[in-house]
């Protein structure tokens, strides 16, 4: 069994910043790819930022120049730091990994972790 624990959200106060982490963990040959999604009441789950194992990344408009998403491949650890927060920010985020399994290599599966919850203050 995999499992995709998350930790670091709370409640911060607008201008604050948190660091969210997400450690997957199990039968694991490789990870391709990690994400953060986010979903707030009401709305629909969007993407936060992205990033492959080669190191690229990706961001939504909403949160580029405020946030980093970053890894590190050694601990299958993909961090999200989140600086100048905004109330606009608070939401459920869940991280992702596309991965391999050791039993199969040369498949990808999707894994979610179980959400963190962010709350933002103004």
């Known amino acids: 069994q995999v499992q995709l624990v998350e930790s670091g959200g709370g409640l911060v106060q607008g201008g604050g910043s948190l660091r969210l982490s997400c450690t997957a963990a199990?039968?694991?040959?490789?990870?391709?790819?990690m994400g953060w999604y986010r979903q707030a009441p009401g709305k629909q789950r969007e993407l936060v930022a992205q990033i492959t194992s080669a190191g690229s990344t990706n961001y939504a408009d909403s949160v580029k120049d405020r946030f980093t998403i970053s890894r590190d491949n050694t601990k299958n650890t993909v961090y999200l730091q989140m600086n100048n927060l905004k109330p606009e920010d608070t939401a459920v985020y869940y991280c992702?990994?596309?991965?391999?399994?050791?039993?199969?290599?040369?498949?990808?599966?999707?894994?979610w972790g179980q959400g963190t919850q962010v709350t933002v203050s103004s």
């Open positions: 992702n990994a596309n991965l391999r399994l050791l039993t199969t290599p040369r498949l990808g599966y999707l894994y």
């Open positions: 199990g039968n694991i040959f490789s990870i391709d790819a």
